[in-house]
């Protein structure tokens, strides 16, 4: 069984304190959620404040750069990361694809320098609307999903899938049951033929996109979807909780 993960997607928002307050807000409150892994992404300036010895919760970066160390200036290695206690890297998301320019040549760097600096990667795809309207979202997901041919299945254990529809980040649109569980089922296909069925069974692949406290009991409820990467909605310690709270 794959392992149950909720993820913070923090982005470019929140100031020293107020990170350090909803860190603490959401220490807090975990008490009872031994079984699900949460990781937190803030703004890199602030993994350092918040990376402590928490049984339950990680903290991750949501941006590297792949190269080892050296004249970069500007940029973070994964090894500086790891180094840090920093156990997570977010590859992929659709903002870092779209308004950075992020290459799947890029990505597939950074997901190597990530694997040899011992990090976990969540790796985020997800179609645009105009690709769903086409009727061309299960090619999109699949291309997007070949960096993960060349990976080996020990390689494959330190990976989780993001499956992130573009048209749902913040907009408040939350895929569908039906839609977001037939995209985790197809990318758990994909995953069965990059490895085996067992191992494919135990990436976790998560659903983000306008998830929040209302819809993710049952997002979380289809049997593809293994947690969720969450955007707005984990900015306040309440609402994040509840998300916590929801999956089984
Ligand atoms: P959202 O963002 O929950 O605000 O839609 C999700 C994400 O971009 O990871």
């Not at 990467?229 to 900015?235: C, D, E, P, Q, V």
């Amino acid at each position: 069984m794959a392992k149950k993960i909720i993820a913070a997607n923090w982005k470019m928002n929140l100031m020293r304190e107020e990170a350090i307050s909803l860190f603490n807000g959401v220490k807090k409150g975990l008490s009872a959620h031994k079984e699900t892994e949460i990781v937190v992404f803030p703004p890199s300036i602030y993994i350092s404040d918040l990376i402590s010895n928490h049984p339950l919760i990680e903290v991750g970066a949501q941006n590297f750069y792949f190269e080892e160390k050296g004249a970069f200036t500007g940029e973070i290695s994964p090894f500086q990361l790891k180094n840090i206690g920093c156990n997570y890297v977010l590859i992929g998301h659709s903002e870092r694809r779209e308004l950075f320019d992020e290459s799947n040549e890029l990505l597939s760097k950074k997901m190597r320098s990530a694997l040899d600096a011992n990090l976990k990667i969540i790796y985020c795809c997800g179609e645009t609307l105009q690709e769903r309207e086409e009727g061309s979202h299960l090619e999109k997901i699949q291309s997007q999903l070949e960096i993960l041919k060349s990976l080996t299945n020990d390689e494959l254990n330190a990976i989780s899938i993001a499956y992130e529809p573009i048209w749902a980040i913040g907009t408040g649109l939350t895929a569908t049951l039906g839609q977001a569980e037939e995209m985790h089922a197809f990318i758990r296909r994909i995953l069965i033929d990059s490895s085996s069925k067992e191992l494919a069974s135990e990436i976790s692949i998560l659903y983000g996109g306008s998830c929040n406290e209302n819809n993710a009991n049952e997002l979380f409820n289809c049997p593809n979807i293994d947690g969720g990467l969450i955007g707005g909605a984990s900015l306040k310690v309440d609402s994040f909780l509840k998300i916590v709270d929801s999956i089984k």
